[in-house]
């Protein structure tokens, strides 16, 4: 049995703000814009403007934002059906991004992904999935891929709670401990599947994390509402994979505040307790993130006002962009389709 | 003297399938993602875990393979379970399970194994859910021996075919197309109704030329018969209902009658369903036609999520009546 595993937390020491100033800015800007992202796509699907299935990243922010900080723009990251949060982080630009949750042309994969498929290679983001460990061998490949060019990039894998009961992470996680690859296993556990408890389906002890030990890998329980513990963890684990040292572990613990896809119901009325998604609301990543930039003197009030009102005008700007762009014409179907 | 009948959606037709044989023998068991206290993505199992409880509805972790793996073992060991596998995109990583293991079983035992085991999932596009959630991939498990495969078009046939398919004593799979839950028809009012594997059904007759249909495109072709019979081409709608094992009888002496063939389905036309269905009908109907045998099938693209892309992708009966009139060219012009 592996030793129990201790949460990574700031927490208790929320009067600081142990990073520098422009990466806090950063950091904070990331995970409003991820915010209010979502927020906009809710709106636009609840109009219909969008059709397909939309995962919101609500209440995750800080996990794929405190992650992608830590990376250098030439590292790679898979995502997952849930993966708006990790492009906008990775430094997806939003008004592609909307483009393509319409459809349209002007939209990063020119409208023939959606919100479950978008990529852009220029940044190293191989792509969000459709299917549940479906990034798993891709992100240890292309961690093997860095390490044999020798070019020092490492690679991060996003993927549920749910996803960590496919095989697929089982062959990835051996396959990347027994090579040495620079892969981050980066579990975003936010406690439920579709509509299924994690907990009713999956075999640990306490944490999913544990199951690290089995692959000779280091595992890390962070609070992943907490930007800075997440960022902190994350730093130390591109670190170590940079070296040569191999894999890791990450689980975030974190909640997401909406349903499984925008349109599926009311989750405190089925699966989940008021009383359980309230002490999760308490501890959303965004404010507690603000208040620390303003005990720490970075901003006032002010700023943090003029900073979201300087967001949400991107947003809609991103809305109007996809909204003027035009669908694909008909004849782009049988474009891609070999390269 | 006649059964009475019910009016059911298609999602109502799998709840009382898989309710009534559960209530008929207690080792069919059913499990999948979401299905038990969520009542499936689709809402078609809700009310399952309340009547049979957690031991015979059982959710499962997201583990394709492994939750396939668990179905055939259990089918060969005494239990009837009923495997869902919620797109049927997903069925890929379940694939050696059902190929390999399931689908050779009794044939490798020399008749010692039997895996009674029920898969059932869905097919479809056309609410743009991209190229990992819109496929109709039939044609790939309806290529290997050992497996039975049924692709009902509507409630009734759905009903009978899932029973006869948890009745079976072989790996059989249900290809469910998501679009049609909501679809309504009647269904016999009787607990013991059961459809044969391998018995086409004519959904609608016709003299001038046979539409040989799966699941969605059934309603397709009888929508073109409808265009068709203005212009005085009298279109008869074959549905096999199971590609394997396959009805050519009912086929062929449709084609008999008509002397022309077009095969229609919703999967990738290359290496598909249509391609074996035709051929088919050339081979054992060549000397009943008077011209070639026509496919339609989607687009060989993999399902694009535009609103501007997708429509055009899958087969319409615009498309069908169009190739309907090709085959008549020499008549009408
Ligand atoms: C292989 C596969 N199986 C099932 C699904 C359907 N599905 C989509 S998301 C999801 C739940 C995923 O849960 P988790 O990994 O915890 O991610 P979360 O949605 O919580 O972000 C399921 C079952 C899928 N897309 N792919
Ligand atoms: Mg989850």
């Known amino acids: 049995m592996s030793e129990s595993l201790e949460l990574i937390t700031t927490s208790s020491d929320e009067g600081t703000l142990p990073l520098p100033e422009p990466l806090c800015r950063e950091i904070y800007d990331k995970m409003l814009t991820i915010r209010r992202f979502e927020e906009a796509v809710l709106e636009i699907y609840t109009q219909g403007l969008m059709r397909g299935l939309a995962h919101l990243y609500i209440g995750q922010e800080a996990s794929a934002v405190g992650i992608c900080s830590a990376l250098n723009d030439d590292d790679y990251l898979t995502s997952t059906h849930r993966g708006h949060g990790h492009l906008i982080a990775k430094g997806g630009k939003v008004d592609r991004m909307m483009a393509e949750m319409m459809g349209k042309v002007d939209g990063y994969n020119r409208g023939k992904g959606g919100t479950m498929h978008i990529a852009d290679m220029s940044l190293g ?32 894998c996003f993927f549920g709670d749910g996803a960590i009961n496919q095989g697929a992470f089982l062959e990835s ?5 027994v090579w040495s690859l620079p892969v981050l296993f980066v579990c975003e556990n936010n406690h439920y599947g579709e509509y299924t408890a994690a907990s009713d389906v999956t075999a640990v002890r306490e944490h999913v994390a544990e199951r690290a030990a089995g692959f000779n890998m280091p595992a890390m329980v962070v609070d992943g509402n ?21 894999p890791c572990l990450i689980e975030n613990k974190t909640y997401r505040y909406r349903g499984h896809h925008v349109g599926d119901g009311d989750p405190e009325k089925t699966y989940r307790t008021q009383e359980e998604t309230d002490t999760w609301l308490a501890k959303d990543p965004i404010p507690r993130f603000a208040r620390r930039m303003l005990k720490a003197g970075m901003v006032d009030e002010t700023e943090l006002e003029s900073i979201d009102a300087d967001i949400t005008k991107r947003v809609e700007d991103a809305v109007t962009f996809a909204n003027e762009s035009p669908y694909p014409t008909a004849d782009e179907v049988t474009d891609h389709v070999y390269a | 003297m006649s059964t009475p009948e019910r009016v059911i959606t298609y999602g109502e037709a799998v709840r009382e ?14 499990m999948g993602e979401d299905v038990a206290a969520a009542g499936g993505v689709f809402k078609v199992t809700v009310g399952l875990l309340d009547e049979f409880g957690e031991d015979r509805v059982r959710d499962t972790p997201i583990s394709e393979a492994g939750i396939m793996g668990a179905g055939v073992g259990a089918a060969l060991t005494g239990m009837r379970p009923i495997v869902e596998i919620m797109f049927g995109d997903f069925i890929t990583i379940a694939m050696d399970q059902i190929v390999n293991q399931a689908a050779k079983m009794c044939y490798m035992t020399g008749g010692q194994a039997m895996v009674p085991l029920t898969i059932r999932t869905t097919i479809g596009a056309g609410r743009s859910s991209a190229a990992q959630h819109s496929q109709s991939l039939q044609a790939w498990l309806s290529h290997i021996p050992g497996v039975k495969v049924a692709i009902p078009s509507t409630p009734a046939d759905l009903k009978g075919l899932l029973k006869t398919s948890i009745r079976d004593d072989n790996p059989t799979v249900i290809y469910e197309d998501k679009m049609m839950y909501g679809l309504k028809g009647p269904v016999p009012d009787d607990d013991d109704y059961t459809i044969p594997f391998g018995v086409a059904d004519i959904k609608r007759e016709g003299s001038d030329v046979t539409l040989v249909a799966t699941s969605s495109m059934v309603h397709t072709a009888l929508k073109a018969a409808d265009m068709l019979d203005k212009e005085g081409i009298g279109a008869e709608v074959v549905d096999p209902r199971t590609l394997s094992p396959l009805d050519m009888d009912t086929i062929i002496r449709s084609v008999e009658k008509t002397s022309r063939a077009v095969v229609v389905d919703e ?3 290359s290496y598909g369903v249509t391609g074996e269905l035709a051929s088919r009908i050339a081979d054992e109907a060549f000397d ?3 011209a070639p045998v026509k496919r339609v099938g989607a687009m060989d ?9 997708e429509p055009q992708t899958i087969p319409d009966e615009a498309k069908l009546v169009r190739t309907v009139q090709g085959l008549f060219h020499d008549v009408t012009v």
Request: charged share 15%; proline share 3%.
């Open chain 2, 301 to 309: 693209v993999p399902v694009p999520f535009s609103p501007g892309l």
């Open chain 2, 288 to 290: 009943y036609l008077d």
């Open chain 2, 267 to 269: 999967a990738y036309q």
């Open chain 2, 17 to 30: 399938a898989i309710a009534e044989e559960m209530r008929r023998d207690e080792t069919v068991f059913f």
């Open chain 1, 226 to 246: 907490d930007a800075v513990a997440v960022h902190q963890t994350a730093v130390e684990m591109v670190e170590r994979a940079r070296a040569g040292e191999g």
């Open chain 1, 173 to 177: 996680a051996n396959l990347a401990s």
């Open chain 1, 125 to 156: 983001i191989l792509g969000a999935n459709g299917i549940v460990g479906g990034g798993m061998g891709m992100a240890t490949g292309a961690a093997l891929s860095g390490k044999m060019r020798g070019s020092g990039q490492v690679a991060v």
